[in-house]
């Protein structure tokens, strides 16, 4: 696989699972988004992922190999202007999006004596409005593939969206707010052929991880905790499901503990 400027994709069945979908995933500079669509390429689908950071978004095109597409693209996800110019290229390009993975995020951990106000800011418009924004964007041409062979959105959230721990209340307040989104968006638009899922995921061995680690002053150890890898597997199986059937909801936790 190469990484290549957008491309069209047409939705014709060559004996890969995803040939001729297109999926939009967020986050795909870094840990879970990464894996995932280094996955989704590798399973047939023109990935169109989204990142910041361009080092490691070239180093992502240079890994992608197999019969996808995976086109990097970098962007704030917080820049409206730049989600519209994103949205209007994919329309035009495609026409359609098969699949949106919400894997983009910020965590700022702190008590609330110590907790700032900046980062509230900034988490809530990375993790909440982003997505909202972003996907509102995307409802049309994910309307497109909805009633043709279905679509999914996939919201990568936190064990934290569920049930808030000390020291977390602001990231976890994110979290309640997208599990919140994905709940009402899925009993508007299901019966468009669009189905949501969120994932509430324990601690994964990602980048964001191993600073978490380094802040807790606990030693890391990777091999104890899920695997990027691991969700993409479970993405990967949620968007394959017949389009008869909707998962709305997963729990994912390390099976060790390493504390
Ligand atoms: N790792 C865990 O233990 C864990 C547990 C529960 C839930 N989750 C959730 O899983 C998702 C992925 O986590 P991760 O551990 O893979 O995180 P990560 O390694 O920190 O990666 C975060 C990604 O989000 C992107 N991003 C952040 N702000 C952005 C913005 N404004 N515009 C565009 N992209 C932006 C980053 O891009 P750049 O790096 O290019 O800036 C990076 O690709 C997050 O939503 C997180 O809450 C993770």
Do not use: C
Not at 19 to 29: I, P
Not at 214 to 229: F, H, K, N, V
């Amino acid at each position: 696989m190469t990484t290549t400027s957008l491309g069209s994709a047409s939705p014709s069945a060559d004996g890969l699972a995803l040939a001729g979908h297109v999926a939009v995933v967020t986050g795909a500079s870094s840990g879970i988004g990464r894996a995932t669509a280094l996955r989704l390429a590798a399973d047939g689908a023109t990935v169109l992922a989204l990142g910041r950071d361009q080092a490691r978004l070239d180093a992502l095109g240079k890994e992608a190999t197999g019969p996808g597409t995976l086109v990097a693209l970098r962007l704030d996800l917080t820049d409206d202007a730049a989600v519209a110019d994103l949205v209007a290229e994919v329309t035009a390009r495609h026409g359609r999006v098969d699949h949106l993975v919400h894997s983009a995020g910020t965590y700022a951990g702190a008590r609330m004596d110590a907790a700032s106000l900046a980062d509230l800011d900034a988490q809530y418009l990375a993790n909440v409005r982003a997505p909202y924004a972003l996907t509102q964007r995307l409802l049309p041409a994910l309307r497109v593939a909805g009633a043709d062979s279905g679509a999914d959105i996939v919201i990568v959230n936190s064990t934290q969206g569920v049930r808030a721990g000390a020291g977390t209340g602001q990231f976890a307040a994110t979290q309640h707010a997208m599990r919140a989104f994905a709940d009402s968006l899925r009993q508007e638009i299901n019966a468009d052929g669009i189905r949501v899922a969120t994932i509430h995921l324990g601690r994964t061995a990602t980048p964001r991880q191993e600073t978490i680690y380094a802040r807790e002053g606990r030693e890391y150890a990777p091999a104890l905790l899920i695997q990027a890898d691991d969700v993409a597997d479970l993405v990967d199986y949620l968007i394959r499901l017949p389009p008869t059937a909707e998962i709305t909801e997963l729990h994912l936790r390390p099976a060790k503990k390493s504390y």
